[in-house]
């Protein structure tokens, strides 16, 4: 489903004689399978994220290629890859980058207002199945200040989700909850990927790995 071949990202990081330059992914062979769970690890700052955004479009790769399905993403048109990600791949940030004036149905249909016209004409639908995957139909009328960090998480899960992708990216999902909310949002995804759907998971947690 998803190859990577010989993908390098540099970033140059200050100005002038105090620039230095980072290489956050060097040379990275990687080929996913459909159905497969796949955990990427490592310290903080060795390139998990970047990783990621170079897999989901988000950031072009200095050289290699990103092949998802076939296709090598930075050989299509900007408007092509945002298509792409809209319709195939659930992104999952570490900040849950929720709307604060949009309920929280509202944030989670966000993503269909992108999609085809059938999409779009089933996406309260498709928010309230989604919703209920998460465990949160009760809470659709909710804004996001009157959620926890779980049901936080929770509602960034439903989001990824909403347009049924085949891939979902889930950057640091647990980060800065508490034990019994973590083993709660790793069921979540257990349960998601046991539907068939491809996860690639970054995390630094010795315990999800």
């Not at 700052?45 to 479009?57: E, R, S, V």
Request: aromatic share 4%; hydrophobic share 45%; net charge neutral.
């Amino acid at each position: 489903m998803i190859e990577l071949k010989q993908v390098t990202k540099t970033y140059f990081r200050g100005q002038g004689s105090m620039q230095m330059t980072v290489r956050a992914v060097e040379q990275v062979e990687m080929t996913i399978q459909a159905g497969e769970f796949v955990v990427i690890t490592g310290r903080s700052g060795c390139g998990k994220t970047t990783l990621l955004n170079l897999i989901a479009g988000l950031a072009k790769p200095d050289s290699g290629k990103v092949i998802f399905e076939g296709m090598d993403i930075w050989a299509m048109k900007d408007e092509e890859i945002s298509v792409l990600r809209n319709r195939k791949i659930g992104l999952m940030f570490q900040v849950p980058s929720l709307m604060p004036t949009l309920n929280v149905m509202d944030n989670v249909v966000l993503p269909t207002l992108f999609a085809p016209k059938e999409t779009r004409r089933n996406a309260y639908q498709r928010g309230r199945e989604a919703l209920d995957a998460v465990g949160l139909s009760g809470l659709k009328e909710a804004f996001p200040r009157h959620l926890s960090a779980g049901e936080e998480k929770r509602v960034v899960i439903a989001r990824a989700i909403v347009n049924r992708p085949p891939v979902l990216l889930a950057d640091e999902p647990t980060a800065n909850l508490d034990e019994r909310t973590e083993e709660e949002v790793m069921a979540l995804l257990q349960k998601i990927h046991a539907g068939g759907t491809t996860i690639l998971l970054v995390t630094h947690h010795p315990g999800l790995i």
